[in-house]
């Protein structure tokens, strides 16, 4: 503890800009130390043509100082500094690499090692004080990484909501459809059938789930829709690989190629959730009528929500091993009990025969 306590000692005594120990350090307003020749090569004040011609401003924390800032040597922090590291030069070397700070491979000073404490908006990456003051991405907008995380936590908020309102319907694809169910004939619905057609008699795609699988796949980007279950006694949604072999294009003609490996099922008031096999309860505050689904390809996340009020009931970490399809499962009616539809929805609401 005392020695990894020496060395965040030791970092403190360092300038952000060359990352070696402060030479004449000036503090600024902000409470940020700077060596007195880092801050002015920063400020381009070391150029007698361009001096002072743009604003001061922090590089570690991009504030923007008064034009008429005067610098000062503190000398209580240069001699902490002197003193510090002529009594422990060994933990001086030692700090060089320590493993709590994330260092910055984008900055010109390739041989430093500066922490990551920035956020480049123009181009989207983490980078240290000196990439923002003098490097590849000087004169670009930044922010604290810290700000750069709750705008990104935003902006996720926003697409999410855009998704909602934006909302498409899932088309079914009726050659998918266990030869017991029944797809509407605008293909935004399907339950169970006491009689099936001669034609559905005829597929091979019997499966000992009785699903039916949506018309698209989803191979990237970020996907949410949305199932109208209302008051049915035995559901299930979730995804599929489609195939069991995992090729998209080829026919159906085993059991497993609706096989959902992840979703949620509700039976007789009960919710569980799956992915992989693996079933636990799902507790929900209140019987769900909606279920939303969203998948974000690119992130690896698979999220189950209460369509209604927007609630999150259960999200899940996925390594996809291929495209994956939105998958339905009204379940058998056993006595007229369970013969309601599932229902696909749009931001127009749910289809005129489900009113």
């Not at 999220?303 to 609630?311: K, N, P, Q, W």
Request: charge should be negative; charged fraction near 20%; include cysteine.
């Amino acid at each position: 503890f005392f020695f990894a306590f020496c060395l965040l000692h030791l970092q403190e005594l360092k300038c952000p800009v060359c990352v070696e120990p402060f030479t004449d350090p000036v503090r600024l307003p902000c409470g940020h130390n700077f060596c007195q020749t880092c801050i002015q090569v920063v400020w381009n004040m070391d150029d007698p043509e361009t001096s002072r011609e743009g604003p001061l401003f922090c590089p570690e924390c991009q504030i923007l100082l008064p034009p008429d800032l005067e610098l000062e040597i503190s000398a209580d922090l240069q001699r902490k500094v002197q003193d510090a590291f002529a009594r422990a030069p060994l933990l001086e070397e030692s700090s060089q690499m320590s493993p709590s700070i994330i260092t910055c491979d984008q900055c010109i000073g390739k041989t430093e090692v500066r922490e990551l404490k920035l956020f480049c908006q123009e181009d989207q990456i983490a980078v240290c004080c000196l990439c923002i003051a003098v490097g590849s991405h000087k004169n670009h907008q930044a922010v604290t990484l810290q700000e750069a995380y709750l705008d990104k936590k935003k902006i996720d908020s926003i697409t999410f909501l855009l998704d909602k309102y934006c909302l498409r319907a899932i088309s079914l694809d009726p050659e998918t459809a266990h030869p017991e169910l029944e797809v509407s004939a605008d293909r935004l619905e399907v339950h169970w059938s006491k009689k099936p057609t001669p034609e559905r008699k005829r597929k091979t795609n019997i499966s000992s789930q009785y699903s039916v699988r949506a018309k698209e796949r989803f191979c990237s980007g970020s996907h949410y829709w949305e199932v109208a279950v209302w008051k049915k006694p035995f559901w299930l949604i979730g995804l599929s690989y489609g195939s069991a072999t995992g090729d998209q294009d080829s026919e159906p003609c085993n059991g497993d190629f609706n096989n959902a490996f992840c979703y949620t099922y509700h039976g007789n008031g009960k919710y569980l959730i799956c992915q992989d096999s693996n079933e636990k309860p799902l507790a929900v505050r209140k019987t769900i009528q909606k279920l939303g689904v969203r998948v974000d390809i690119q992130k690896g996340n698979v999220s189950f929500y209460d369509g209604d009020t927007l609630a999150l009931l259960h999200s899940f970490c996925v390594e996809f091993s291929g495209p994956v399809y939105p998958i339905f499962n009204p379940c058998i009616d056993i006595n007229g009990q369970n013969s309601q539809p599932l229902s696909t929805l749009s931001s127009d609401g749910p289809p005129a025969s489900a009113l």
